[in-house]
């Protein structure tokens, strides 16, 4: 399968800063990657489909304003998490659309925001 | 709302005994089921799937068995090993598209 890479693996950061996690596809080249969020106990929620060279698709309550995806090339998609607050501390995790129902997916980061 | 669960969000197996884990849907438009393991900080691996043209799935230890009119599968793990504890996640898709929805999983103890 395609081999997806996150940065950072973890951050921390104080309320109010933004943060950026980038996800690579390190071997495949993906027209769409997905970015999901993980709180504790609880299920992969999507957040939204990105595609390349388009706007992403949000899931419905999650704020786009908030949430600013950017999926430049085929290998590398953003997440920025402005103006971040402690209810957005979770595990974010991305995948890549490798075919019909195939995913391959991120090791995820771990997101503290005090 | 939920549209794929996993009632039992934990379970515990002595090595070499067999683990079952269940879930269950209510999208009938679901026609993919997926199988992730995961460790704690990171990302789902793929372990096995089925689709809805098949009622079972086996590959080595691992066999995904599939009831249509129930709308729940299972993933029996046989013979269980301590390497086996993880989180798993169940996840459906329709013929639509690649989004998966998840279930909540359920986190699996193989006791040594």
């Known amino acids: 399968g395609a081999v997806v890479s996150q940065h950072p693996s973890r951050v921390i950061c104080k309320s109010g800063t933004s943060v950026k996690i980038e996800c690579r596809s390190l071997d495949f080249q993906a027209t769409t990657m997905f970015w999901y969020r993980q709180f504790p106990k609880q299920s992969l929620m999507l957040m939204a489909t990105s595609n390349e060279g388009s706007k992403a698709t949000y899931e419905q309550g999650v704020e786009k304003d908030k949430f600013l995806i950017n999926h430049a090339s085929l290998t590398l998609s953003t997440l920025t998490v402005t103006s971040a607050h402690p209810e957005d501390s979770s595990f974010y995790i991305c995948?890549?659309?490798?075919?019909?129902?195939?995913?391959?997916f991120g090791p995820g980061t771990r997101l503290t925001v005090l | 709302d939920q549209q794929v669960k996993q009632n039992s969000p934990s379970l515990s197996v002595q090595e070499g005994r067999i683990s079952i884990l269940n879930c269950d849907y209510t999208?009938?438009?679901?026609?993919?089921f997926l199988w992730y393991k995961k460790y704690p900080a990171e990302g789902p691996t793929f372990l096995i799937s089925i689709s809805s043209i098949k009622d079972k799935n086996e590959d080595g230890r691992f066999t995904v068995f599939l009831n249509k009119s129930a709308k729940h599968l299972s993933l029996h793990i046989v013979p269980s090993q301590p390497g086996d504890s993880a989180v798993y996640f169940c996840?459906?898709?329709?013929?639509?598209?690649?989004?998966?929805?998840f279930g909540t999983g359920t986190s699996l103890t193989v006791i040594p």
């Open positions: 996840a459906a898709s329709e013929n639509t598209g690649n989004q998966f929805y």
């Open positions: 999208n009938s438009m679901f026609d993919y």
């Open positions: 995948s890549l659309a490798g075919g019909r129902n195939e995913q391959f």
